[in-house]
């Protein structure tokens, strides 16, 4: 087992657009992005628990040529609308940095 | 080397880049230099308000080193979403700094200005004709909503820069434009593959904060019929193929499909090279035209007044009861307000808590443990900026005074660090149009005024 903060060489988040936020998970080699695609954990299911959406509310993509994982979905307010708590959308990925993925680290 | 060298001066107009890297690019040969003026990302307050997020003295060093760089090799120079929300206040704020640095600097060019402010009629009519949708999750565009809003812009694509270039502009400062367009423009216009020219420009539009490490500096591409290169221009980042990929992630929903005006940009085939040490060779994008053009529009609406406090608790019996203890402060204030006329469902108080959910609120997952000091913003939001500095107040020393079971810090709960502790920080908006239209041409939203400096 190896935590996502431990083997990824980005895990970020960010506005896409002022209605979404979008989570990026990225691998330094191939390897490990491959083993990573092929554990089945990074899915719009893990997205849907963590954010607290429904599956089908997550567009998820695996990007093949940049080694990365990518997760968009809905976020709770509009970007700077009243209760909104991060106008970028920028420090949304922490409950990513805990995920266990069945590889070795 | 041959192709079509473009050069992004800087990640956003006015923050910031080394004079030697874009001295670096000129002395090498450039065809354009160009910079994306602005971002929807600092949120709704600077299109509604008509200010800009970068400073006048920043702009006006970014915009004085392109512009010189420019005039001086004879290159056009384009800036887009330009005052950093691309609106009619914003491009007029940046037409001045230009006049200005030309005046100062006996500069003389063909100055086209793109304004992106659409007639509201105009937007009507194309709701009215069901030539609109909503560009995310948000309710179908209404006229009501339209005439409700503070200010519409267009995101512009190419096509009205390609106007403004083929029209003579040796400088172009646009309105709301994608990103990507305002580096696409000039290769489409000069026949360029479309995909190459669109991926070009997504990398291009936030310059070497693409590269290792991440860096407000310029960056160049050189764009040939098959591929272009990416490389920066200071000897310290390099444009690693990861790195490159990884920009292509940056702010979109998909990493693979971008949507523009006229198409979308296809990134799934693409490949990244290495060449030499810290460039990047991108080839293999496409571009798939779309049957029909159309135009993001973003607007945004009043949404109150804002006034603020911040403070701290370092009571472990307070921090240990705190959201008990809010509640009862949340119906103090409701009390105190009504005693002064205010309705309490006129306004909304906001308790941020630091140290518990300030940053991720109700999508925090760690619910458990307890810190050992919390930071609170109290807020409130309300009808005129008078009303939420009146219920702020209340809410201020209510939230100092107010008794909790075991309390023993009876001189007070909060620490504030400033005096004046109360920030009036006036009107909020929303944003409220972020909708799809289908004009019939571009020209029926963007409007090009050119001018001799």
């Given amino acids: 087992m190896a935590k996502l903060q431990d083997i990824a060489r980005i895990c970020r988040s960010k506005n896409a657009g002022p209605f979404l936020v979008t989570l990026d998970v990225v691998f330094e080699d191939r390897q490990r992005y491959e083993q990573v695609k092929r554990s089945g954990v990074l899915g719009p299911d893990l997205f849907a628990r963590l954010y607290g959406v429904r599956p089908e509310d997550v567009l998820f993509t695996a990007y093949d040529a940049g080694l990365a994982f990518k997760a968009t979905l809905p976020r709770l307010v509009g970007s700077g609308d009243l209760g909104d708590t991060d106008v970028y959308g920028c420090q949304q990925h922490a409950p990513l940095l805990a995920v266990d993925v069945p590889v070795e680290s | 080397m041959g192709g079509l060298r473009l050069l992004s001066a800087a990640s956003i107009v006015g923050y910031g ?4 890297s874009l001295e670096r690019a000129v002395a090498g040969g450039v065809d354009m230099i160009a910079a994306d003026g602005g971002s929807t990302d600092p949120g709704p307050y600077y299109l509604g308000s008509g200010t800009c997020f970068t400073s006048r003295a920043a702009c006006k060093r970014d915009l004085m080193l392109m512009l010189r760089a420019a005039r001086r090799v004879g290159v056009p120079m384009i800036v887009g979403t330009a005052g950093g929300a691309g609106g009619e206040p914003h491009l007029q704020w940046a037409r001045q700094i230009v006049e200005e640095i030309a005046r100062e600097h006996s500069l003389h060019f063909k100055l086209a200005l793109i304004h992106a402010e659409p007639d509201r009629e105009h937007v009507k009519s194309l709701v009215e004709r069901d030539r609109v949708a909503p560009a995310g999750p948000v309710p179908p565009l209404t006229a009501d909503a339209v005439d409700r809003a503070e200010r519409i812009v267009g995101m512009m694509g190419v096509e009205p820069l390609v106007a403004a270039l083929d029209q003579g502009a040796e400088v172009i400062l646009a309105g709301r434009a994608s990103d990507a367009a305002i580096f696409a423009a000039l290769p489409i216009k000069l026949g360029y593959d479309h995909g190459l020219a669109w991926h070009a420009g997504k990398i291009l539009e936030c310059a070497a904060s693409c590269a290792l490490p991440k860096a407000h500096d310029s960056l160049l591409v050189t764009l040939c019929d098959d591929h272009f290169v990416v490389e920066a221009l200071s000897p310290k980042l390099k444009c690693t193929p990861l790195a490159i990929a990884t920009h292509t992630l940056h702010e979109n929903e998909s990493p693979i499909l971008h949507r523009e005006s006229s198409g979308t940009l296809d990134t799934a085939a693409t490949r990244y090279e290495p060449v030499g040490d810290g460039a990047t060779r991108v080839s293999g994008s496409a571009f798939h035209p779309s049957k029909r053009y159309t135009v993001k529009l973003e607007g945004v609406e009043l949404a109150g ?7 701290g608790s370092r009571d472990p019996m307070l921090i240990g009861r705190i959201d008990a203890y809010l509640d009862d402060v949340r119906a103090v204030v409701g009390e105190k307000a009504r005693r002064l006329g205010i309705n309490p469902e006129g306004y909304r108080l906001f308790y941020r808590v630091y140290g518990r959910d300030g940053v991720m609120g109700a999508r925090e997952p760690e619910r458990d443990g307890q810190p050992h000091e919390l930071g609170i913003v109290v807020e409130v939001v309300a009808p005129t900026q008078e009303e939420a500095n009146a219920v702020l107040a209340l809410a201020r020393t209510s939230t100092l005074h ?33 909708h799809v239209v289908e004009p019939e041409h571009w020209s029926d939203l963007f409007r090009i005024e050119t001018v001799q400096v």
């Fill in chain 2, 402 to 434: 107010t008794d909790f079971p075991g309390r023993r810090c009876t001189e007070g709960n909060l620490a504030f660090p400033y005096s004046p502790s109360d920030m009036p920080l006036g009107p909020v908006y929303r944003f409220s149009v972020w």
């Fill in chain 2, 17 to 20: 880049f080394a004079e030697e």
């Fill in chain 2, 305 to 311: 007044y804002r006034t603020i406090a911040i403070a």
